[in-house]
Nanobody, 129 residues
Framework: QVQLVESGGGLVQAGGSLRLSCAVS?????????MGWFRQAPGKKREFVAG????????PYADSVKGRFTISRDNAKNTVYLQMDSLVPEDTAVYYC?????????????????????WGQGTQVTVSS
C-alpha cells in the first residue's frame, strides 16, 4: 500500500512563495518512484505542473510554471517538494502529489494524468491579487 500526504498549502499574496511537501509511505524504496505534481482549479481539468525521475536528473515542467516553480526530492526522507515562487492568482488550485513505479525517457509522458498510479488527497493553494 502506498500513501502520499501533501502539506504546505495555504493563502499567499501574488508575488509570494510557498513550498509544498509530499511524504510517501510505501513498502518499496522511495527512490524507485517517479513523482509528479498536478493541480486542479475549480471547473478545470487536472493539469501537470512538474515531475521528477528517481534522481531528479529529469525534471520536466509545465510551460506556465517554468522558471517559477522547482521540484526536488529527498530520497532519504521519502519526500518530494514543490517550491513555488512569484505566485500569481492563476496558480490558485488544489495541488496533488502523484507517484508511479513506471519509468520514462519522454518528458511528455509526465504530463499524462492516467500514467500515474498513486495520488495524495491534495492541498489547497490560494493566491490573492
Amino acid at each position: 500500500q502506498v500513501q502520499l500526504v501533501e502539506s504546505g498549502g495555504g493563502l499567499v499574496q501574488a508575488g509570494g512563495s510557498l513550498r509544498l511537501s509530499c511524504a510517501v509511505s510505501s513498502e518499496r524504496t522511495f527512490s524507485r518512484y517517479t513523482m509528479g505534481w498536478f493541480r486542479q482549479a475549480p471547473g478545470k481539468k487536472r493539469e501537470f505542473v512538474a515531475g521528477t525521475n528517481w534522481s531528479a536528473g529529469s525534471t520536466p515542467y509545465a510551460d506556465s510554471v517554468k522558471g517559477r516553480f522547482t521540484i526536488s526530492r529527498d530520497n532519504a526522507k521519502n519526500t518530494v517538494y514543490l517550491q513555488m515562487d512569484s505566485l500569481v492568482p492563476e496558480d490558485t488550485a488544489v495541488y496533488y502529489c502523484t507517484a508511479t513505479l513506471k519509468k520514462t525517457y519522454s518528458s511528455r509522458t509526465y504530463n499524462d494524468v492516467s500514467w500515474y498510479d498513486y495520488w495524495g488527497q491534495g492541498t489547497q493553494v490560494t493566491v490573492s491579487s
